[in-house]
Nanobody, 126 residues
Framework: QLQASGGGLVQAGGSLRLSCSAS????????VAWFRQAPGKERQFVQS???????ASDPSVKGRFTSSRDNTKSTLYLQMNSLKPEDTATYYC??????????????????????WGQGTLVTVSS
């Protein structure tokens, strides 16, 4: 069970940090990712971070968003800076199945991830 938190209302140019936690050490040995879904749009890949720390990012957030993980706390973070109104969406954390490695060319595919959080809403006002 993944639990995402940290969403809210922020002005354009502001920052937010999202967290995604799991019970026990459920995230410590899994490839994980952030996706987002704006109203009326398809779910979109944001960033991924592999179990050993390798990251990948959608070009729309590169340089503004940073993913990190604390395996001791089984927690994933998404630091979002320089937020834009187009970043408004519900943000979801996701984890691949135990022992499953998501290859770099597939990290953006939602189908690669087995476990999903409930989503946290981020609203960026102009």
């Amino acid at each position: 069970q993944l639990q995402a938190s940290g969403g809210g209302l922020v002005q354009a140019g502001g920052s937010l940090r999202l967290s995604c936690s799991a019970s026990g050490r459920a995230l410590s040995n899994k490839d994980v990712a952030w996706f987002r879904q704006a109203p009326g749009k398809e779910r979109q890949f944001v960033q991924s971070i592999g179990r050993w720390g390798a990251t990948a990012s959608d070009p729309s957030v590169k340089g503004r968003f940073t993913s990190s993980r604390d395996n001791t706390k089984s927690t994933l973070y998404l630091q979002m800076n320089s937020l834009k109104p187009e970043d408004t969406a519900t943000y979801y954390c996701a984890a691949a199945g135990t022992g499953r490695h998501v290859i770099s060319s597939a990290v953006h595919l939602a189908s690669m991830y087995t476990y999903w959080g409930q989503g946290t809403l981020v609203t960026v006002s102009s």
